[in-house]
C-alpha cells in the first residue's frame, strides 16, 4: 500500500487547511485511516482516525476543530482543519492499517508540513 499525503502549507492562525491522503490497492474500503502528527524533537502524536465502517475519533487536541472523513470511490481519507493554532505546527502523517490474516499491517506516507504563524 503506498499512501501519498498532500495540502500542507502556511497559513494564518484562525485559518483552515484541508489534508488529503491518497491510497493505491483496491481493498481501501477495508483499511483503517488515521493521521498522526510530528514535531522536531518530539514523537509522533494521533491526531484522528476513522475506521472501515466510518466510525471516527480525534485527540482532545483537536476535537471540534478537525474533521476526517474518508471517500472510498476515491481511496482517499481528508482531515480538514479549521480555527488552526501555532501549536497545530507539525509534519502531518497518514497511516493505513490494513487488515490481513495475521493481523493489522501498518503503512505510512510521506508527511506533510503545516505551518500555523501567530
Known amino acids: 500500500v503506498q499512501l501519498q499525503a498532500s495540502g500542507g502549507g502556511l497559513v494564518q492562525a484562525g485559518g483552515s487547511l484541508r489534508l488529503s491522503c491518497a491510497a493505491s490497492?483496491?481493498?481501501?474500503?477495508?483499511?483503517?485511516m488515521a493521521w498522526y502528527r510530528q514535531v522536531p524533537g518530539q514523537q509522533r502524536g494521533w491526531v484522528a482516525s476513522?475506521?472501515?465502517?466510518?466510525?471516527?475519533n480525534y485527540a482532545d487536541s483537536v476535537k471540534g476543530r478537525f474533521t476526517i472523513s474518508r471517500d472510498n470511490s476515491k481511496n482517499t481519507v481528508h482531515l480538514q482543519m479549521n480555527s488552526l493554532i501555532p501549536e497545530d505546527t507539525a509534519v502531518y502523517y497518514c497511516?493505513?492499517?490494513?487488515?490481513?490474516?495475521?493481523?493489522?499491517?501498518?503503512?505510512w506516507g510521506q508527511g506533510t508540513q503545516v505551518t500555523v504563524s501567530s
Open positions: 497511516k493505513a492499517l490494513e487488515p490481513s490474516a495475521r493481523g493489522y499491517l501498518e503503512h
Open positions: 490497492g483496491s481493498t481501501f474500503n477495508r483499511y483503517s
Open positions: 476513522i475506521s472501515s465502517g466510518g466510525a471516527t
